[in-house]
């Protein structure tokens, strides 16, 4: 399984499927397409039925189909088959044999180097085999390890009948990156219990509580006149921007939160004297303070317009996805059994929330539960970016021991 699991997941990663925020196409780029396409197929070389492409979502979904006569539900695995908005043209992935600790040396050309005293992670993989980048592109193990490893699961079900299992439902999708792939996702046709995006980082992961989000738009429209005349008249609006941006809690940001902290954060602005526009994204974990945080944007609002009564400023929020928790709590098996599969293969579990958003926490608000599992990779959506593939055929042992647990449940 060791040279078919590397061997896939360096095929799938040579693959550019960069989605694309801009673009309106399902999916935002044409080589998504091709690759659920090619999934397709691979799917069906390994036994898979029911399988199928929808043009409206742009995904493929598949069976593998149970070998027992007991009533088991089917279980459901599910990863994205693009890549971050960073270089994925020409990925030429390297292989580090049992990684000794040291300095790994990606592009001689630049002197571009994975250095463990900048990424300490790396210490915690003296003696894996590691597949890293050249320096010069992402590696795309964010989603490809999750394809690899539960297309290699599926493989190993297939080929020992021993093991008994339910059905098995899997589908890769597009455009997760650009946080629209599982808006169309069809849960009726999935039609599973509980099921799992595999889509986490280092080995243990278990993520079933995710960020509330929203996108928050600032528009404000100034007066200008000459500046040589301005005084009483002009209202800069490039100015009040920077005032909107003062009166939110300066300690609520990015870079001076993590856990459970949420925050506020500009992604961008463009700016005259006449008109502004401030792009934010605001996340809290705690759905009180997540609406305290939406509120705040709105009295800023208002306390500016009484200081500047002759300014216009619009903020316009929308919800972007919510805390899982909220519904996973609800329901533990999905948490429970990864869990138990984990205890049984000597693996700790590691909870913890994820400070950011999955295709699960959409799809688990659409009526299936559905949790982040761990793929072995690391410094996702860059350079530095690199996977075990020792503990990526842990990840695919974890999602085998699932399957086998299930079915006996």
Known sequence: MRKDYIDRFIRYAQI?????????????TPAQWDFVVMLKKELEEIGCVDVFTNPDNGFVMGTLKGNTDKQVSPIGFIAHVDTADFNAENIQPKIIENYDGGIIML??????????????????????????????????????????????ALRFLASHPEIIHGDVRVAFGPDEEIGVGANRFDVKAFNTDFAYTVDGSYKGQIEYECFNAAAATIIITGISVHPGTAKDKMINAFKLAMEFDAHLPQDEVPEKTSGREGFFL??????????????????????????????????????LLSKYPKAK?????????????????????????????????????????IRGGTDGSKITFMGINTPNLFTGGENFHGKYEFLSVDDGLECVQTIVKMIELHATK
């Open 16 to 28: 550019n499927t960069r989605s694309d925020s801009n673009s309106t196409t399902i999916p935002s």
């Open 107 to 152: 592009d001689p050309s630049t002197h571009t180097t994975l250095d463990p005293v900048v990424f300490p992670n790396l210490k915690n993989y003296v003696g894996h085999t590691l597949i890293t980048t050249d320096g010069t592109t992402l590696l795309g193990a964010d989603d490809k390890a999750g394809i690899t490893a539960i297309i290699e």
């Open 266 to 303: 500009c992604t961008s602005m463009t700016s005259t004297i006449e008109d502004a526009t401030m792009h934010y994204i605001i996340r809290d974990h705690d759905k009180e303070k997540f609406l305290a945080k939406k509120a705040k944007m709105l009295e800023i609002k208002e306390l």
């Open 313 to 353: 400023i619009e903020v316009v929020i929308k919800d972007s996805y919510y805390n899982m928790a909220d519904k996973i709590k609800e329901d533990m098996r999905s948490v429970d059994l990864a869990k138990e599969a984990m205890h049984a293969l000597n693996i700790t579990p590691i909870i913890e929330p």
